[in-house]
């Protein structure tokens, strides 16, 4: 079990730092890239570099604060 763990660490790290270094690359290191070279068919137009971590973070915290408000309703009911 100790090998599956560290295999999906191992995952979720690399994804973590691809998303990362992408995201980096496209909002700081971009803007400053010709808007005719050919690496900006590769990211999305610049409109969603703020769109899309803001909607990420809006999906995340409505479905915190659905798995905790179900989490009190448990709580509540085994109390009574």
């Not at 409109?47 to 448990?74: E, H, N, Q, R």
Request: glycine share 4%; charged share 15%.
């Amino acid at each position: 079990m100790e090998l599956a763990d560290r295999a999906v660490g191992l995952l979720l790290s690399s994804i973590s730092l691809s998303i990362f270094t992408y995201y980096t690359f496209w909002v700081i290191i971009l803007p400053f890239v010709d808007s005719d070279h050919f690496i900006h068919k590769y990211f999305l137009p610049q409109d969603y570099a703020i769109l899309l971590p803001v909607f990420a973070g809006v999906t995340l915290l409505s479905l915190l604060s659905v798995f905790i408000g179900m989490v009190m309703l448990k709580s509540k009911k085994k109390k009574a």
